[in-house]
């Protein structure tokens, strides 16, 4: 007999899905059954926590363009996918969670693990979130689950009772009131019309000081994004999320945009006449120009996002690569160069203060210096994911990202505890290819250091076995520390923000991974080369100073006096920050 949840599987497989991210329990016994059965169809991954699954869908999704597909049993597994899920749905990921539920007959008589699972993901899967009660629906339960996912870059959930996933499966009878759904997707092919591309050609060639801002729905239009800057003589800044849609290389790239973002990029909003947008819903309106300074053209596939952080004179819905090749034949090439050759002398300027400032000495190490000591070494092709947290701070100004790398992080909800499972994702999508998770010990602490274990119990399948994690050994839950001071005036909460250390490189080697541990500068490049090159899995540690400063690429008079109010309230490492301050700001 073939049940409810080998149906599942099969119709999953036919959809073109590969594995599926999950742990088990016995909400989720009959799909596990079939996984087992199936497993020729669709590979299970286990991970140590449901949240992880999730995130692991969500990279998936990232990383392949295809749809991410989590599973966990009911009540408490079905909550924990929650974050995961969130992290989805603000990154506009498809991803689709299939979950556990008690015995239809139980349900509404409080009994065990019993959670409302319809309410309790109405919001993370708005779109579409649905219970089954009879073997027949299941076919259309998966078809639109899959398709609504890919269509609107959302989460999606089907609930499958314990019964029902035991249960014959059913073909649909031709009858009134049944469906009889199919497979597959093609996304369209959504460009604006002619006359609005007209429109935004007008705007684009009246400007003399262009800036682009790009995010992660110009990572397949690097080209089209390049050649819109040649011909309007622009800089680009990149949101977070757009990190790898053109290489830091370019010398009129900027560099990434906001609080963690250059100096460079927010020279080049405050100054420009004109702001072309692509694929990016950039939320921080202080470093975007003026109302009423620049006009703006901005292009992105879903209309909901248009015309909401700045005052668009065109607002153009498409796809940012089909898009751009029709806006390139409207534009004038620029003959007055000047305001590029600008942009180019202050990017050129700000890599040397970069380098300065990584090379300044610290206790002990300077974690600007981590990742510029990376940046040279990055492998062609590799795949880099990053934490929340200071961490991301350097990621997004001392990386330098070329061509043909990929990179993420959370964008949208800036969650704790990502980076480990994106890059455990991006090993099973490319097993060929080098990973690398930039992670800070609080968010190491938080769910890392457990998918270790998952690293060490699937690295021998990779062909390529190189996966690096890079811990940022502070003791500090250092941006949340720094935002403390700079934000409110508060000096440091130690009670709150110090970690206990723990030995991150010396748990890998225990579980047969490879660790090593440095705290001196001048053994990071030989570090990097370890890792670069060792044959299985490496933990990377690091032991930085957590009073190095993340300088904002403006600082305000409110940040000002707020970072005073902390140091004369007695921080406690008053006089390391003042230090380690007045070394970044004077370089």
Not at 145 to 160: D, H
Not at 320 to 345: G, V
């Amino acid at each position: 007999m073939n049940t409810v949840s080998d149906f599942l599987v099969q119709r999953l497989s036919d959809w073109g899905v590969k594995r599926i991210f999950g742990y088990p329990g016995d909400g989720i016994n009959g799909i596990m059954g079939a996984l087992n059965r199936g497993s020729d169809k669709l590979e299970f991954i286990q991970v140590r926590h449901e949240e992880i699954a999730a995130f692991m869908a969500c990279a998936h999704a990232k990383f392949t363009g295809e749809v991410g597909v989590c599973v966990a049993t009911s009540g408490p597994g079905a909550i924990h996918l929650l974050n995961g899920l969130y992290d989805a749905k603000l990154d506009h990921q498809p991803v689709v969670a299939i979950v556990g539920q008690q015995k239809r007959a139980a349900l509404g008589g409080n009994f065990l693990q019993e959670v409302d699972l319809v309410s309790l993901f109405k919001d993370v899967a708005h779109e579409y979130v649905h219970m089954a009660t009879t073997p027949a629906q299941m076919r259309h339960l998966i078809d639109r689950a899959m398709r609504i996912a890919q269509s609107e870059r959302t989460v999606c959930c089907i609930i499958v009772p314990n019964d029902i996933q035991e249960m014959e499966e059913e073909t649909p009878p031709h009858e009134h009131g049944t469906l009889h759904s199919g497979i597959g997707y093609q996304a369209p092919r959504t460009v604006p019309h002619s006359e609005d591309l007209q429109r935004a050609a007008e705007v684009l060639n009246a400007g003399d000081k262009v800036a682009m801002l790009i995010g992660a729905g110009a990572l397949h239009a690097t080209a089209e994004v390049l050649e819109v800057a040649e011909l309007l003589g622009a800089g680009i800044a990149k949101a977070l999320l757009g990190k790898a849609a053109v290489p830091d290389d370019i010398p009129f790239v900027t560099g990434s945009i906001g609080l963690l973002g250059t100096k460079p990029s927010y020279e080049m909003m405050m100054n420009c006449d004109t702001l072309l947008m692509v694929g990016s819903g950039f939320p921080y309106s202080e470093f975007l120009p003026e109302e009423g300074q620049a006009r703006g053209v901005q292009i992105d596939i879903n209309g909901r996002m248009l015309g909401i952080r700045y005052p668009m004179e065109v607002n153009l819905i498409g796809d940012s690569a089909q898009t751009l090749k029709s806006l390139i034949p409207l534009l004038d090439k620029k003959e007055d160069r000047s305001w590029q050759h600008t942009i180019k002398k202050q990017v050129a300027e700000w890599w040397k203060t970069l380098e300065e400032r990584a090379m300044e000495a610290a206790e002990p190490v300077n974690p600007q210096r981590v990742f510029w000591e990376l940046s040279p070494r990055l492998p062609d092709n590799c795949i880099i994911s990053c934490d929340s947290g200071s961490a991301a701070n350097w990621y997004a100004r001392d990386l330098k990202i070329r061509s043909g790398m990929m990179a993420s992080l959370s964008g949208g909800l800036a969650t704790m505890g990502p980076a480990v499972p994106y890059a455990i994702a991006a090993k099973f999508a490319y097993p060929e290819r080098v990973a690398i998770a930039l992670v800070g010990d609080g968010a190491m602490q938080m769910n890392g250091i457990n998918e270790l274990i998952t690293i060490g119990k699937y690295w021998q399948r990779w062909s390529d076995p190189r996966l690096v994690v890079m811990v940022l050994n502070n003791r500090d839950l250092n941006q949340v520390t720094w935002e403390q001071r700079a934000m409110v005036g508060d000096p440091k909460f130690e009670a709150s923000q110090d970690l206990p250390n723990f030995p991150y490189a010396r748990f890998a080697e225990m579980i047969g991974l490879q660790g090593l541990c440095i705290d001196r500068p001048e053994q990071l490049a030989e570090a990097w080369d370890r890792a670069l090159s060792a044959d299985r899995p490496m933990v990377l540690e690091v032991y930085t100073d957590p009073n190095v400063p993340p300088l904002p690429p403006h600082i305000t008079f409110d940040q000002a006096r707020a970072y005073t109010s902390a140091i004369l309230q007695g921080d406690p490492d008053s006089a390391a920050i003042i230090k380690a301050s007045f070394k970044q700001l004077f370089t």
